[in-house]
């Protein structure tokens, strides 16, 4: 398209969006919120988000759907989406991380041919990419997490689920088409918990992730500014007796009976210790997961307490701010994992060579969070299946330069620590 037809979209597009019900739902906090959330612009120089993109396909990194996806969004649930904890400042802490390892390429291997699948618990998958569990995408698309189900299937990849989704996990594995992997919140109540499992594995989860990284609590002052400034009413949308409603106020009890997910946020077991992960995994078929682990330790305690695999995460820079990035934990996990159980990734991770870092260090495999859902915000389920494309392309792009033709041949040879 000439750059002028691009321009005549953009301004249909900007036009389109100031009168769009979505905006005027943002409230006359929007320019507050602009300036509430301008420090949670997550990594892309103000040359490269100049323009919004008027669709899915016209985006060339992800950043580009966040910035549609902060025009689009209620502010409360802009903020719910972006904050970190404290300051903010643990987004840059895991994007800065990437900084700290360099690549090594190598030249003139034929290259024409890549291949990017990966191989988890006997499951080949198309990209090592995942998608990460996220709460309540109905707060960002009305198709929610079926919309990202569908782009999943589309392009090949793992989903995992949210305890706190929008959508019922039966109807996520069907629009899926293929089995996912289910997030666990365990409940104060391990038969809660249990059935909760038990329903999950009845659906066709073929594996349970245990989130043990909000035990604490956690700072999210951006979230809860977001939900000052936004001046609707809240109650309008929440109301458990609407289709996909925010459903925070339901009871986890719900989930059991094959109702819609529960919030169990409040409920969860601050007294949970290493035991319980020998008790989860006694009471499923599926592998168990350990998501939350950024230590080489707890790596090991993972192993030794049954855990089939780990996902190292800070939770998106959600949980704590510790001033260390999780590819920065990487290789003290990989060592103590020494190759012995599938290690996935995640927090902060917008780049193919971000994933190929991730991957050159010994990860199995990386997940994504926010982008997929300003992918979602923004375009519904093309916005997903756009961002995981542009990873996707990213990251063979990376692969080539490397002369790494296939995942197994992306070598610790192929990374360097500064200094
Ligand atoms: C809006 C939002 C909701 C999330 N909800 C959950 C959740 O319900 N369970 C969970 O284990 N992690 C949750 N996470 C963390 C993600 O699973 C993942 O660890 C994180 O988003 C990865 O970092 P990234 O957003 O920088 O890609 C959430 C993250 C975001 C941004």
Redesign the pocket.
Known sequence: MPESDLAATRRQFLGFLAASPALALAGTGTGLVQRLLAATTDGASHAQQADLVASATEALSVFDFQAVARQVLPTAHYA??ATSVDDDRMLEV?REGFRQFQLRMRRLVDVRTIDTSVDIFGSRWETPIVI????SNGAFHPDAELAVARAAKAKGHLQML???ASTPIEEVIAARGGPIWF?L?AATDWTLTEAMVRRAEAAGAAAVVL?VDLQAGSNRLTALRGIRADDRDCALCHDPDQPRAMHTHLDPSSFVTGGRPPRTGPSRPVGMTWDYVTRLKNATSMKVLV?GIVTGEDASLSEAYGADGIVV?N????AGATDRSTIEALPEIVEAVGGRMPIII????RRGTDIFKALALGATAV?????Y?WGLASFGQAGVAAVLGLLRRELEMVMRQAGATSVARIMPSHILRRG
Do not use: E
């Open positions: 719910y989406l895991n990460q569990p996220t709460g949210s305890t706190v997030q919140y989130t998501k995460s939770h998106g820079a959600r995640d927090s902060g991770f997940g994504i969070g926010r982008p859902l």
